[in-house]
T-cell receptor, first 113, second 114 residues
Framework: QKEVEQDPGPLSVPEGAIVSLNCTYS??????FMWYRQYSRKGPELLMY????GNKEDGRFTAQVDKSSKYISLFIRDSQPSDSATYLC?????????????FGSGTRLQVQP | DAEITQSPRHKITETGRQVTLACHQT?????MFWYRQDLGHGLRLIHY???????NKGEVSDGYSVSRSNTEDLPLTLESAASSQTSVYFC?????????????FGPGTRLTVT
């Protein structure tokens, strides 16, 4: 079983829809949670970053972390065609001193105009 | 502007050959990472370094090596290329003093082993 599970999609939605992307994880030592966005043939870029449980909002994007359920989500409101990309969740232990990230496999999102 | 670059962007090589992929960053970051990205697996960590002369194995390190002789560069060497190493390779760097652990990624190298 992978440490981080993510539905690969593809997920196709109409423009303006609310999108929900999710990851589950098994390592209870993960403390920092991130969402990266990756456009086709590009490197990933950090979109959202949260520490421990709770919500964080940035414009049309909201990241949620539920450590008790080992479940994280990214919501995109009023989705735009420019949001079409692969979204990767990533997690970090930090306390071990290991600053490397563990990534989910990514969900491909297509927003139809 | 600071950046992270990778070369070559595309490479075709034959089974058994030694291949080196270059990664250069001008962020002055101590932490550098190499990942490979394959369909269905996301990004998997190959090797990482926390500073000059420091290297560590990631989850898929077999057949790969790195060396860190300066802050800016972390070349990745495939000792004897195998078809299973056909993949897209990404280099990344991060600032160990930053709270967010944000990693800055290069544009990737698409490697094909025939």
């Amino acid at each position: 079983q992978k440490e981080v599970e993510q539905d690969p999609g593809p997920l196709s939605v109409p423009e303006g829809a609310i999108v929900s992307l999710n990851c589950t994880y098994s390592n209870s030592a993960f403390q920092y949670f991130m969402w990266y966005r990756q456009y086709s043939r590009k490197g990933p870029e950090l979109l959202m970053y949260t520490y421990s449980s709770g919500n964080k909002e940035d414009g049309r994007f909201t990241a949620q972390v539920d450590k008790s359920s080992k479940y994280i989500s990214l919501f995109i409101r009023d989705s735009q065609p420019s949001d079409s990309a692969t979204y990767l969740c990533a997690m970090e232990e930090r306390d071990t001193g290991r600053r490397a990230l563990t990534f989910g496999s990514g969900t491909r999102l297509q927003v139809q105009p | 502007d600071a950046e992270i670059t990778q070369s070559p962007r595309h490479k075709i090589t034959e089974t058994g050959r030694q291949v080196t992929l270059a990664c250069h960053q001008t962020w002055n970051h101590n932490n550098m990472f190499w990942y490979r990205q394959d369909l269905g697996h996301g990004l998997r960590l190959i090797h990482y370094s926390y500073g000059v002369q420091d290297t560590n194995k990631g989850e898929v390190s077999d057949g790969y090596s790195v060396s860190r002789s300066n802050t800016e560069d972390l070349p990745l060497t495939l000792e004897s290329a195998a078809s299973s190493q056909t993949s897209v390779y990404f280099c990344a760097s991060s600032d160990p003093g930053a709270h967010s652990s944000e990693q800055y990624f290069g544009p990737g190298t698409r490697l094909t082993v025939t």
